[in-house]
């Protein structure tokens, strides 16, 4: 294709502070874009919502403004694409198009009573075989359980179909594809098995979950492949093919063009999020990791991933700026770590509440160790770098663990890659390249990258991967030997952080947390007993 024959693309990114469009060329160059932010509703202390009314608006003004700013009318662009916060659950009215509650996000904590109580014996691994998931508040299965039970006459009017339940792609694309008048009600691969409610084997919806959860079937969306034409636009984008859904990470996967097994996407910012593509089959994780779909393509085998989450990266450079007052930007912290060869000795370990995978010790807190009469603010500078490094170290050693499949690059992005000394760390303690991509809105090139396979704006992968451009790479330069010695005093700095809370200051955390949910009896299920006829979820086994 020549520029003679430009052909556009654009992305919706919906994300949980804002909303973007961008529109991409045939190469993936970023011709325009749009932001709008939306407002974060609290009404309580770890309840977070969001107006999905208010969502849809950002979404057509973000999308009239790319336009505007690229000079194209709607009939100019090939194909829209979706990406967006995953987890976060919408449930409308399928006859007036009103959500019947702000939607309830991903953050949001108000399940956690309902979780320990669908866990039951099996604890939190209930549903992991078949989804690749704990039960946790963070999934999308628990929400609209709650909200059935919590919105009075809601579960009534799921039952005899007249509500429908969506992630935020659901919403969208139902709206942006007629809403009352027609809209389709579908949901991509990549969302389903973000709700907890999908089979990973059948890539459809588990009837046993659903039974347990008591959700009826009627309220969910069909579940379609990340890149296929679903139904065109109305309104604004009339006409206009929408083609791709992604949850954010696995389109950001997807715009790193990480298409084999063992290719890997970070995405470093507050926390970091890491996926690691294993190929056409799950990989069961026996070390606290995700599993999840990464991305299906038309009828083609779906590919999957293994996720895992880091609490503090970028966090940990906040905290050393504003809670110790050691830089005063950000951006300090690389030419202070810089001015020293190496840490001195000193580790810190950001377990502020507690360590994540691989290790999952809600007991542990931060420390700092190694310290002595010869460690400066430079030095702890450079160790704060570090952390970020060795945590993600470890995350891929549980993925390597789990898989069997060797890590052969890292292809990066977020705020935390402008760092050249953290991504030369990076590289060091992985001990493979270390790759920065010259277009750094990954999530949303992704988003476009799976529209337009969908109606041929490119040919296939291996014309995205040919299109895959490095900003920058850093190669590893440390040996083999002091990676290894450095690996267990990171380890050893990890081991110091456990067990800091006792007994009975976790009893006190876990009722202050039952607390905050606004815990109460759930009306549909002291109805009925569990096992009896009627009753309000299956027994727990």
């Not at 790193?256 to 890997?264: K, L, S, V, W």
């Not at 002091?482 to 050893?492: D, G, M, V």
Request: proline share 5%; hydrophobic share 40%.
């Amino acid at each position: 294709m020549s520029d003679q024959n430009p052909r556009y693309v654009a992305a919706i990114d919906q994300g949980t502070t804002s909303t973007r469009c961008i529109v991409f060329d045939h190469r993936g160059r970023i011709v325009a874009a749009d932001r709008r932010e939306h407002r974060q509703i609290l009404p309580r202390p770890g309840w977070v919502e969001h107006d999905a009314n208010e969502i849809w608006a950002k979404v057509q003004a973000v999308a009239a403004g790319a336009l505007a700013r690229a000079g194209l009318r709607p009939d100019e662009l090939s194909a829209l694409g979706i990406t967006n916060q995953r987890e976060t659950v919408v449930l409308w009215d399928r006859a007036t198009g009103r959500p019947v509650h702000n939607a309830v996000v991903w953050q949001d904590t108000r399940t956690a009573e309902l979780c320990a109580e669908l866990g039951g014996g099996d604890g939190p691994d209930r549903f992991r075989e078949a989804t690749g998931l704990p039960l946790a508040s963070y999934f999308s299965g628990p929400k609209v359980a709650w909200l059935l039970d919590h919105v009075p006459g809601l579960r009534r009017r799921a039952e005899h179909g007249e509500i429908a339940f969506g992630t935020i792609d659901s919403w969208l694309i139902w709206n942006l594809t007629g809403g009352t008048d027609g809209g389709l009600h579908v949901t991509d691969v990549t969302n389903a098995s973000r709700t907890l409610l999908m089979n990973l084997d059948t890539l459809d919806w588990d009837p046993a979950i659903l039974a347990a959860m008591d959700i009826p079937e009627a309220l969910l969306p069909r579940i379609r492949a990340s890149a296929e034409v679903y139904g065109r636009a109305t309104g604004r984008l009339a006409g206009v093919p929408v083609a791709a859904a992604l949850g954010d990470q696995q389109a950001a996967l997807f715009g790193q063009t990480c298409f084999e097994p063992g290719e890997a996407k970070n995405t470093y910012g507050t926390g970091s999020f890491l996926l690691l593509n294993t190929g056409d089959r799950p990989v069961p994780s026996r070390s606290g990791l995700l599993t999840t779909v990464g991305h299906r393509l038309g009828s083609d085998r779906p590919v999957y991933c293994l996720e895992g989450s880091i609490a503090i990266t970028g966090a940990l450079v906040q905290w050393l700026r504003d809670q110790l007052g050691l830089i005063r930007t950000a951006a300090e912290i690389e030419p202070l770590a810089a001015s020293v060869p190496d840490n001195g000795g000193a580790y810190v370990v950001p377990a502020f509440s507690g360590l994540y995978a691989p290790y999952w010790r809600s007991d542990a807190r931060g420390v700092i160790t190694g310290l002595t009469g010869y460690v400066t603010r430079a030095h702890l500078a450079r160790a704060v770098l570090e952390a970020t490094s060795w945590q993600t170290r470890e995350v891929v050693d549980a993925m390597q663990r789990d898989s069997g499949v060797p890590l052969t690059s890292l292809r990066v992005d977020g705020g935390m890659t402008a760092n050249r000394l953290l991504m030369q760390h990076q590289a060091d303690v992985l001990g493979v390249p270390v790759a920065r991509p010259v277009v750094a809105e990954t999530t949303s090139l992704g988003a476009a990258y799976a529209a337009g396979l969908a109606v041929g704006v490119w040919d296939g992968l291996d014309t995205l991967r040919a299109q895959w451009q490095r900003d920058a790479e850093w190669t590893p330069r440390m040996d083999a030997d002091t990676r290894a010695r450095e690996l267990r005093r990171w380890r050893k700095a990890v081991e110091r952080s456990f067990g800091w809370l006792d007994e009975d200051e976790r009893a006190a955390g876990a009722a202050t947390a039952r607390a905050a949910t606004g815990a109460a009896a759930r009306p549909h299920a002291a109805a009925h007993p569990a096992g009896s006829p009627g009753t309000a979820r299956a027994p727990i086994h």
